[in-house]
T-cell receptor
Framework: AQTVTQSQPEMSVQEAETVTLSCTYDTSESDYYLFWYKQPPSRQMILVIRQEAYKQQNATENRFSVNFQKAAKSFSLKISDSQLGDAAMYFCSNNNDMRFGAGTRLTVKP | NAGVTQTPKFRILKIGQSMTLQCAQDMNHNYMYWYRQDPGMGLKLIYYSVGAGITDKGEVPNGYNVSRSTTEDFPLRLELAAPSQTSVYFC??????????FGDGTRLSIL
């Protein structure tokens, strides 16, 4: 079965600092999309950022950016200038096989 | 614009009871999905649909059934509820395999 792996169950970052969350995936497809979703305590699933596999340029959305390494099947999320509101569970997803990673719980320290 | 609407938000069932979780979307998305999320875990795909009349099993389909008679609705049926089905259930929709829009979830407890 194709999988999505998040190797960091928990991460912590100081407010205003930068943190990187890791994700690796396995797929036999050549064209696919990758996503990071945020799940705050409210339980809502919120799209953070997306990356099309055919694009070499890494996606960026304000303070959020990705490091997409297609050959290594790696898709990490970098959060710059961390804010208290960034505290949440973060899930990586490969929408080609509709799988999610187990998640990383991010804590932001004031 | 309501997006994806799930009902009910909470439900307690007794072992062996049946129920249907409702999901509706108003974005004319062709893809719809059902996931379950156990405490502290990620989302596991139960069933998905790529269009009205077409459904397929996901990772954990046992104990569940779905139907997709319209583009808008994708109900999930639990027959003979078991304690192992205690979970939070999320419905989602997307245009093709784009990013998914999620409902607010249904917390289901089976006692």
């Amino acid at each position: 079965a194709q999988t999505v792996t998040q190797s960091q169950p928990e991460m912590s970052v100081q407010e205003a600092e930068t943190v990187t969350l890791s994700c690796t995936y396995d797929t036999s497809e050549s064209d696919y999309y990758l996503f990071w979703y945020k799940q705050p305590p409210s339980r809502q699933m919120i799209l953070v950022i997306r990356q099309e596999a055919y694009k070499q340029q890494n996606a960026t959305e304000n303070r959020f950016s990705v490091n997409f390494q297609k050959a290594a099947k790696s898709f990490s999320l970098k959060i710059s200038d961390s804010q208290l509101g960034d505290a949440a569970m973060y899930f990586c997803s490969n929408n080609n096989d509709m799988r999610f990673g187990a998640g990383t719980r991010l804590t932001v320290k004031p | 614009n309501a997006g994806v609407t799930q009902t009910p938000k909470f439900r307690i069932l007794k072992i062996g009871q049946s129920m249907t979780l409702q999901c509706a979307q108003d974005m004319n998305h062709n893809y719809m999905y059902w996931y379950r999320q156990d405490p502290g875990m990620g989302l596991k795909l139960i069933y998905y649909s790529v269009g009205a009349g077409i459904t397929d099993k996901g990772e954990v389909p046992n104990g569940y059934n779905v139907s997709r008679s319209t583009t808008e609705d994708f109900p999930l049926r639990l027959e003979l509820a078991a304690p192992s089905q205690t979970s939070v259930y999320f419905c989602a929709s997307s245009y093709s395999r784009g990013f998914q829009h999620f409902g607010d979830g249904t917390r289901l407890s089976i006692l």
